[in-house]
């Protein structure tokens, strides 16, 4: 099946770890994105890339950090430097162009305990 | 930078019409694009303007004016499924690329 992969689905953090959210997509996208989600709000951009080996901060990019070595792959890592990363995370995927809209993978659930 | 506007939240009722606002201000405009998102789940794909005017897709329409930096989601015969989150997005040109900013999103009631 076509479409964007997020693992896990749900995640439990110890406070000082790091953890690695995984998003892969088989639709020949060149742009991915990571956004982050809190309750009852909407969606702020962490990272975002159009081609391989490069990649852009959003409004929240400190505390996180992403790699593009594959264009299908887009891996995010919470770092311990994140003090408050219990959220809803979305990666997303699109074609450039005109037109075209960008398509979520179903989420990752992190909760730090 | 860019700024979204939404009203956070709206109840309506099974049935009728309802019309949810969106307010932008960005650099390098190139798109004006709607998602509807559920509790817990993945925002999909709604509806797109690009050019002033009216684009009509079945129950939801959505209306955009560049100069006034003004976009609204119409839902008609509204439906209990209809209750969810409604999000504004604006996607823009920068120096890298493009991308895509949400807005706060709007959080539709539809009652019986």
């Known amino acids: 099946d076509g479409g964007i992969t997020q693992s896990p689905k749900y995640l439990f953090r110890k406070e000082g770890q790091n953890v690695t959210l995984s998003c892969e997509q088989n639709?020949?996208?060149?742009?991915m994105y990571w956004y982050r989600q809190d309750p009852g709000q909407g969606l702020r951009l962490i990272y975002y890339?159009?081609?391989?080996?490069?990649?852009q901060k959003g409004d929240i990019a400190e505390g996180y950090s992403v790699s593009r070595e594959k264009k299908e792959s887009f891996p995010l890592t919470v770092t311990s430097a994140q003090k408050n990363p219990t959220a809803f995370y979305l990666c997303?995927?699109?074609?450039f162009g005109s037109g075209n809209t960008i398509y979520f993978g179903e989420g990752s659930w992190l909760t730090v305990v | 930078g860019q700024n979204i506007d939404q009203p956070t939240e709206m109840t309506a009722t099974e049935g009728a019409i309802v019309q949810i606002n969106c307010t932008y201000q960005t650099s390098g405009f190139n798109g004006l694009f709607w998602y509807q998102q559920h509790a817990g789940e993945a925002p999909t794909f709604l509806s797109y303007n690009v050019l002033d005017g009216l684009e009509e897709k079945g129950r939801f329409s959505s209306f955009l004016s560049r100069s006034k930096g003004y976009s609204y989601l119409l839902l008609k015969e509204l439906q209990m499924k209809d209750s969810a989150s409604y999000l504004c997005a604006v996607r823009s040109l920068d120096n890298y690329g493009q991308n895509f900013v949400f807005g706060p999103g709007t959080r539709l009631s539809v009652l019986p």
């Open positions: 997303a995927s699109g074609p």
């Open positions: 890339s159009q081609i391989v080996n490069d990649f």
């Open positions: 639709l020949n996208h060149d742009a």
